[in-house]
Structure formats: structure tokens, C-alpha cells
């Protein structure tokens, strides 16, 4: 019997590249090590001072927004008493001609679940119906639900209520474009006043009662910005989450700007404009996401003055699917960076206003919130830090990478002292959003593709409630269609990758690490994996 053949692996590949893997390994090894020393550390070392430069200004920032703050609630009047404010009565004699002409405008995009809300609350204001003129300004695309809103201002104008039902051929220059169309309307011309409400947005009968005024006896007033308070606050952890953020900005960052500047930027609804202001600056532009801040930043350097009511408080909806959330944090950080690259000269240049103005909205409206807060989160701790694990030569003070963040945290959580026992879910879900925000902020700033995307945020209303109570009672009432989407829908590959780079940091720091890095990694590995795989807030 003849001997099996055997094929020499020589014959099949070359001797060149029969290489052992502790050959291999120790080629990967020595690469590294020769690029390591002249290229890595002093980059890596660059990386963590600049992180660490922007980590300073943050804190100083917050630092000096809390002092701020304190001394406002302590010593500060009330706008009441820093402005002249005397309600406006009925008379007799005069009827409602004291009161002056308010326009109450409502955008609206397909707002199937929460069309109604707005419309009746804004039918509901406590003003005489002869001064009151509402707009509602639908840019809708599924003929359905244009049908249904003007059935609904049809049924209200039944009642007596000065509403009209608008619409234009195209959506261009989408709310900014609606909001100036709506102002152009022969009927609106004698308005003095326009306030605009959100779709979700449904403000108590007392809302212009409370704020008009302000704008009635102080000619220099261009807009009174009341609070957000939210409805679904409790519906999922997202929405808690979104409440810390906004509670911050509203209760600290808007009252603020309020009481030292008197400007502070428009929330884009819950606010009401003197519609002469709004002509002076320019009118409504399309140029950026954020319409809203493009118009707040040209009044006030035009010398106008803002008011913010704290204790003005406008019940609205916060997006409670991750999907939505993601696309509304891509405008509002794009906007604002786009906004700044295209207003810094012209405020700059500006002559009206003080000095010491300008360097509040170019620095601290401006640089240290809308860029450099997101960017010093992301870099810092989910790619800078990181890397320092992998080259032990690169050294982050303890002060900080612990120190300053626990305060910034600790300062961040002042405008929500119920959740304060979700702070460290906070940090960790604030530091995969800053994947994005980062993102959508350089956008913004070099004009790339994205930065006019506009997406309406999807808005549920009542929907998943009725949904779950149908099926509680397992009544006959017909609940809303769920859309069902498959589990690769939901994927999001970049925090999927972010997820796959810490964990493998984070094992490097177990077996080699002598800082105890792991234990965050580990922690952060797992937010950004549950939010790569979609299971964040409401699913639908």
C-alpha cells in the first residue's frame, strides 16, 4: 500500500509569510513602541490639556452661574419690580379697548396626536375675543390630518373664537418660513403682539393676563419668555433625563440672563414678541435650525431687552423615543454652532450694546455652552480618558478628571432636586449624547451636509396611555396603531462601536490599570451598548 502523500505547507504558502504569532505579536509589539514615543504621547498629552483647558472653563462657567443665581434669589427683584407691571383691567366704559391686539400663532407639522391641545388652550386664553387673533399655521403633508385641523378651527370658530386656518404651497424655510408667512396676512396687521405655542404646548387661561403687560408699560421689552414645565416627565427614564437637562437651562441659564443681561436665548414657543422688535431685527430667518436664538441674538443687538417669568409656567410634551430625541438634539446643537459662525463678526462689530454684553453672548451664550460643553464631554471622557489607560506614559491629574466633573455635576443637578438619585444615570447617559451633539456641533460650524436638517419631533400625546389603558380595561375602544419596527431598525452602529472601544479599555485597565478606571468604563460600556441597541425610552 503506497504511503499517503503529505503536502509540505511550504508548497501552499511562502516561508515569508509562515510566521509564528508570537512573531506577529511581537512585530504589532515593536510598531507601536516606535510610533508611541514620537507620535502618540505628545498627542495624547496635547488631547488631555486641551481637554483639560475646556474642562476649567466649563467649571468656571457653572461655577459662576450657581454664585449668580444665589445672589438673584436672595437679593434680586422680581420682574414685577425691576419693570413697571400694572395688569390690565376691564372697564366699563372703555370695554376691551384698553387691551391691546394679540396674535397667538401655532405651528403645526402632522400633529396628529396633539393638535387639539394647542388649539384648544390658545381658544381658551383669558382675552377679550374682539383682541385676539389666532393663527393656525399648518404645514401639515398628509391631507388626514390637514382635514382634521381644519375641522378643529372650524369647530372653535363655530363657538366665536377669531380663528383661521392657514396654509402654503411648500414648507420653505420650514417654522421660521410659517411664522413669517403667517405675519405677512392682511387680517394680522393690526396685531401688536404675537404669541407663538407649539403644537404640544397648552398654556393656562391667565398666560397673556400674566405677561402682556410687561410688554404694554416698557417700550424697550422685545419678548417675555415664560417657563416649560413638562407633562410626561415620569413616562420613561429618557424623559427624566431630558427634565434634569431642561430644569437646569430654565431655572439657572434663562434667569440669569434675565436678571443680568436681559437676554437670554427664545425657547422658540411659551413666549410672546413685540411684533416691531421682531420687524426691526429683521424678521424671521430660515438660515439656521434654530430661528428661535437667530432672532433673540439680532434683537438684543439692536438694543432690545428680554424678560423671563420663572414662575410662568407652560405645560409641553418632551420627546419620549430615543429616535426623536436624537433628531432634536442634532438641531439644537447644529443650530447654535451654525448660528455662531455666521453672527460672530456682526456681533463683534456691533455698537449698540456694552461691551461686557457682547463678551457674555459671544463667551458664555455662545463658546462655553453650545460648543465647548459638549465637546469637553465627549473627548475628555469617552476618548481621551480612555486612551491614557492604553499609554500609561500620558498621566490626567485627578482634579481633573474626578474633582471638576463632580462639581459640574453636582451644579448641573440644582434646577431638579427630585431626581437628584438619578444623577449618576444622568452623567453616563449625557456622556453618550455628547457622541452626538458633538457631531451636529462640528456640522454646524463647518456647514456640512446636515446642518439645515430639519425633523419635527415627534410628538405622542396621549396615545401610549390610551394604548396601555385599552389594554388594561381590555375595552372595546380602539387603541392607536403601535408601529412595530425591526430590532436592526433600532441599531445604532456608532454607539455600538464607542461601546466595543471602552469595554476593551476598560478590560486593559482591570489586568494593567492602576487607577481603577475600569469601574466607570464598564458602567459607560453598558449605557452606550443599551442605547446602541435602541432599548432607551418609549418603544414603539
Known amino acids: 500500500m503506497a504511503e499517503t502523500a503529505q503536502i509540505s505547507p511550504k508548497l501552499l504558502m511562502p516561508e515569508a509569510f509562515?510566521?509564528?504569532?508570537?512573531?506577529?505579536?511581537?512585530?504589532?509589539?515593536?510598531?507601536?513602541?516606535?510610533?508611541?514615543?514620537?507620535l502618540i504621547v505628545p498627542l495624547l498629552k496635547l488631547g488631555v490639556y486641551v481637554c483639560l483647558a475646556m474642562s476649567l472653563m466649563l467649571f468656571i462657567e457653572r461655577l459662576y452661574m450657581g454664585?449668580?443665581?444665589?445672589?438673584?434669589?436672595?437679593?434680586?427683584?422680581?420682574?414685577?419690580?425691576?419693570?413697571?407691571?400694572?395688569?390690565?383691567?376691564?372697564?366699563?366704559?372703555?370695554?376691551?379697548?384698553?387691551?391691546?391686539?394679540?396674535?397667538?400663532?401655532i405651528p403645526m407639522f402632522n400633529?396628529?396626536?396633539?393638535?387639539?391641545?394647542?388649539?384648544?388652550?390658545?381658544?381658551?386664553?383669558?382675552?377679550?375675543s374682539d383682541r385676539l387673533v389666532i393663527q393656525v399655521l399648518d404645514d401639515s403633508t398628509d391631507p388626514a390630518i390637514k382635514l382634521m385641523v381644519e375641522q378643529e378651527c372650524q369647530r372653535w370658530a363655530s363657538k366665536g373664537v377669531n380663528i383661521t386656518y392657514q396654509i402654503r404651497e411648500n414648507r420653505t424655510g420650514y417654522k421660521a418660513g410659517a411664522l413669517k408667512e403667517g405675519l405677512k396676512r392682511s387680517y394680522v396687521k393690526h396685531c401688536e403682539y404675537v404669541a407663538i405655542i407649539d403644537a404640544d404646548f397648552r398654556p393656562e387661561p391667565d398666560f397673556l393676563r400674566r405677561s402682556i403687560p410687561f410688554l404694554v408699560h416698557n417700550p424697550d421689552i422685545a419678548l417675555v419668555q415664560a417657563r416649560w414645565r413638562f407633562v410626561n416627565a415620569e413616562e420613561c427614564l429618557?424623559?427624566?433625563?431630558?427634565?434634569?437637562?431642561?430644569?437646569?437651562?430654565?431655572?439657572?441659564?434663562?434667569?440669569?440672563?434675565?436678571?443680568?443681561?436681559?437676554?437670554?436665548?427664545?425657547?422658540?414657543?411659551?413666549?410672546?414678541?413685540?411684533?416691531?422688535?421682531?420687524?426691526?431685527?429683521g424678521g424671521w430667518k430660515d438660515r439656521t435650525t434654530v430661528e428661535d436664538m437667530d432672532l433673540a441674538v439680532r434683537a438684543s443687538l439692536r438694543g432690545w431687552k428680554f424678560v423671563y417669568l420663572g414662575d410662568l409656567q407652560v405645560k409641553s410634551e418632551l420627546p419620549s423615543t430615543f429616535k426623536a430625541f436624537r433628531f432634536q438634539q442634532h438641531r439644537w446643537s447644529c443650530g447654535p454652532a451654525?448660528?455662531?459662525?455666521?453672527?460672530?463678526?456682526?456681533?463683534?462689530?456691533?455698537?449698540?450694546?456694552?461691551?461686557?454684553?457682547?463678551?457674555?453672548?459671544?463667551?458664555?451664550?455662545?463658546?462655553?455652552?453650545?460648543?465647548?460643553?459638549?465637546?469637553?464631554?465627549?473627548?475628555?471622557?469617552?476618548?481621551?480618558?480612555?486612551?491614557?489607560?492604553?499609554?500609561?506614559?500620558?498621566?490626567?491629574?485627578?482634579?481633573?478628571?474626578?474633582?471638576?466633573?463632580?462639581?459640574?455635576?453636582?451644579?448641573?443637578?440644582?434646577?431638579?432636586?427630585?431626581?437628584?438619585?438619578?444623577?449618576?444615570?444622568?452623567?453616563?447617559?449625557?456622556?453618550?449624547?455628547?457622541?452626538?451633539?458633538?457631531?451636529?456641533?462640528?456640522?454646524?460650524?463647518?456647514?456640512?451636509?446636515?446642518?439645515?436638517?430639519?425633523?419635527?419631533?415627534?410628538?405622542?400625546?396621549?396615545?401610549?396611555?390610551?394604548?396601555?389603558?385599552?389594554?388594561?380595561?381590555?375595552?372595546?375602544?380602539?387603541?392607536?396603531?403601535?408601529?412595530?419596527?425591526k430590532f436592526t431598525d433600532r441599531l445604532n452602529t456608532l454607539e455600538l462601536g464607542f461601546a466595543a472601544f471602552l469595554f476593551l479599555c476598560g478590560c486593559y485597565d482591570f489586568v494593567h490599570g492602576k487607577n481603577n478606571y475600569f469601574v466607570y468604563l464598564f458602567l459607560q460600556t453598558i449605557t452606550f451598548f443599551i442605547t446602541g441597541i435602541g432599548y432607551v425610552g418609549t418603544i414603539i
Open 18 to 38: 509562515l510566521v509564528s504569532r508570537d512573531d506577529i505579536k511581537g512585530q504589532i509589539g515593536l510598531m507601536w513602541e516606535l510610533i508611541k514615543a514620537p
Open 67 to 105: 454664585i449668580v443665581i444665589i445672589l438673584v434669589k436672595l437679593f434680586w427683584k422680581k420682574p414685577e419690580k425691576r419693570y413697571k407691571f400694572e395688569p390690565i383691567e376691564d372697564d366699563e366704559e372703555l370695554g376691551s379697548s384698553n387691551f391691546p391686539v394679540v396674535l397667538v400663532q
Open 111 to 128: 400633529e396628529k396626536e396633539v393638535y387639539k391641545i394647542s388649539i384648544g388652550a390658545a381658544c381658551g386664553l383669558s382675552w377679550p
Open 238 to 281: 429618557l424623559t427624566r433625563m431630558q427634565e434634569m437637562s431642561l430644569d437646569y437651562h430654565f431655572t439657572v441659564e434663562q434667569e440669569v440672563g434675565s436678571a443680568t443681561h436681559a437676554f437670554f436665548g427664545f425657547n422658540g414657543t411659551a413666549g410672546i414678541w413685540r411684533i416691531a422688535a421682531i420687524n426691526e431685527a
Open 338 to 485: 451654525n448660528l455662531f459662525r455666521k453672527m460672530l463678526w456682526e456681533i463683534i462689530q456691533n455698537k449698540k450694546v456694552k461691551f461686557w454684553k457682547k463678551v457674555y453672548v459671544i463667551y458664555s451664550f455662545f463658546f462655553v455652552r453650545k460648543i465647548i460643553a459638549h465637546m469637553v464631554t465627549f473627548f475628555f471622557y469617552c476618548v481621551v480618558l480612555p486612551l491614557t489607560i492604553l499609554v500609561p506614559e500620558v498621566h490626567v491629574p485627578i482634579w481633573g478628571a474626578v474633582y471638576i466633573p463632580s462639581i459640574i455635576t453636582i451644579l448641573n443637578s440644582v434646577g431638579t432636586p427630585r431626581s437628584i438619585h438619578l444623577l449618576f444615570y444622568w452623567i453616563l447617559f449625557e456622556n453618550v449624547m455628547s457622541l452626538h451633539r458633538t457631531k451636529a456641533t462640528f456640522i454646524g460650524l463647518l456647514e456640512a451636509g446636515r446642518a439645515n436638517e430639519w425633523v419635527v419631533t415627534e410628538k405622542l400625546g396621549d396615545a401610549v396611555k390610551k394604548a396601555a389603558e385599552a389594554a388594561k380595561n381590555k375595552t372595546n375602544v380602539k387603541a392607536p396603531r403601535k408601529l412595530r419596527f
